[in-house]
Structures are given as structure tokens and as C-alpha cells.
């Protein structure tokens, strides 16, 4: 059975440079294939066209939420005009009606001094 052992210091980092060198010799052997360029470069393309996509969905985005804030601010300066409206109004039938009970004051003051005339 053999034992395990902690590799040191150096064997690790001599490990580490071989998997280095290995792995840029692989990316070597696929740069040179011509296939390998092909599909990197429409992974670039695919990439940039993303990209664009991508800004493209931001800006509606955007467009949208401008578009809803400036609605927003519309259905607020709407509603605020209803109740200003809607204060006025109350105010003039306030008017009317304080109009009507005066008239009817006057009214009953004026039968009731033409009633202690007649006396």
C-alpha cells in the first residue's frame, strides 16, 4: 500500500508551468485550424450582435420608462385639476345654497313682519 505524500513547494509550482505549457500548445494547434478561426469568429459576431441586442433592449427600456413617468405625471396634474375643479364647484353650490337659505330667511322675516302689520 503506498502512502500518500504532500508534494512540496517546488514539485507544485513545476506541475503548474507543465499544465501552463500544455495548455498554450493546445491553444496553438487550435489557432492554426481553420476551422477553430471559423467558429471563433462567428462567436464574435454572435457576441457583437448580442451586444447590440442588448442596447437595443436597454434604450426601449428606457423609451418605456420615460414614457410612464411622463404618464404618471399626466394622470397626477389631471387629477389635480379634477379636485380643484371639484373644490370650486363645492364652493358654488356652498354659495347657492347659503343664497337660497337667505332668500328663504328674508322670506319668513318679511311674512312675519307683514303679519304684525295687519294686526
Known sequence: MASFRDPDFTERRNMATKAK????????????D?????????????????AAAKKAREAEKAEKRA??????KRAERDAAERAERAVAE??????????????????????????????
Open 67 to 72: 414614457l410612464d413617468a411622463e404618464a404618471a
Open 21 to 32: 505549457k500544455a495548455a498554450l500548445q493546445k491553444f496553438r494547434a487550435n489557432a492554426a
Open 90 to 119: 363645492n364652493a358654488d353650490r356652498e354659495r347657492a345654497l347659503e343664497a337660497e337659505r337667505k332668500a328663504a330667511r328674508d322670506a319668513r322675516y318679511a311674512a312675519r313682519k307683514a303679519r304684525s302689520k295687519r294686526r
Open 34 to 50: 481553420p476551422a477553430f478561426a471559423q467558429r471563433q469568429t462567428a462567436w464574435m459576431e454572435s457576441a457583437a450582435g448580442r
